[in-house]
């Protein structure tokens, strides 16, 4: 039976590329958890931010590719070694993504305004010093600065990120959300939260108040 995420002993690695961690794995179950929403979606287009190693995006190809045969994939990091690492990776699982070395997503937000039917984001999230945002290399994985902040959508959060003022933030852009993950690790709480426009047919089923957070 063919595996429907991506095989960690095929996924590339470079010391400048943050390698799949807790919070990816958390992600990439918040993805399996929601598989059945997501085929029911139909997507035409998915899109990660920030790719890093390309497990995610590997991950959400091989678990749609068979019911969701017509999707196109997109993966930007602003690290070019990242860029070539998703490749890699993308290459070793036979799956294929236009993958593009970006700025969140800088220079392609008109080409795709309004066509992103799912978005999955695990951005800097550990609170860092403001002076450290925006570094190169590995250290752009996790410098989020002060809070760690900086269709649908997947967003990877902490507790330490107050995921409950970005809940509100969103309700009020016209964004339902949910929990779709919570895991704790020896390092940090975390939490996958699942955004949706209000109008979307999911609201009509699933809880849209923002979550509260332990």
């Known amino acids: 039976m063919t595996s429907k995420t991506a095989d960690i002993g095929l996924v590339s690695s470079h010391p400048e590329v ?13 993805l399996l958890a929601d598989r059945t929403n997501l085929i029911e979606h139909n997507p035409r287009i998915c899109m990660e931010i920030g790719c890093g190693s390309g497990y995610v995006i590997t991950s959400l190809i091989l678990l749609l590719r068979n019911e969701v045969p017509s999707a196109h994939y997109l993966a930007t990091d602003t690290n070019p070694i990242a860029s070539r690492v998703t490749r890699e990776t993308l290459k070793a699982h036979g799956v294929d993504a236009h993958v593009i070395c970006t700025d969140i997503p800088y220079g392609i937000e008109k080409t795709f305004a309004g066509s992103v039917d799912v978005m999955v984001v695990n951005p800097p999230h550990v609170p860092t010093p403001e002076s450290e945002v925006g570094k190169e290399g590995i250290a752009s994985a996790w410098c989020g600065g002060e809070k760690g902040r900086e269709g649908w959508f997947y967003l990877v959060t ?3 990120n107050l995921p409950s003022e970005i809940c509100l933030m969103m309700r009020k852009k016209g964004y339902a959300s ?3 993950v919570q895991r ?16 979307d047919e999911e609201c009509l089923d699933k809880e849209t108040s923002f979550p509260k957070f332990l």
Do not use: C, G, H
Request: proline letters at 3%.
């Open 18 to 30: 943050y390698e799949p961690s807790d919070d990816s794995f958390a992600l990439v179950d918040a």
């Open 158 to 160: 902490s507790t330490s």
């Open 178 to 180: 949910r929990i779709v």
């Open 184 to 199: 704790s690790t020896e390092e940090e709480n975390l939490l996958i939260l699942k955004f949706w426009r209000d109008k």
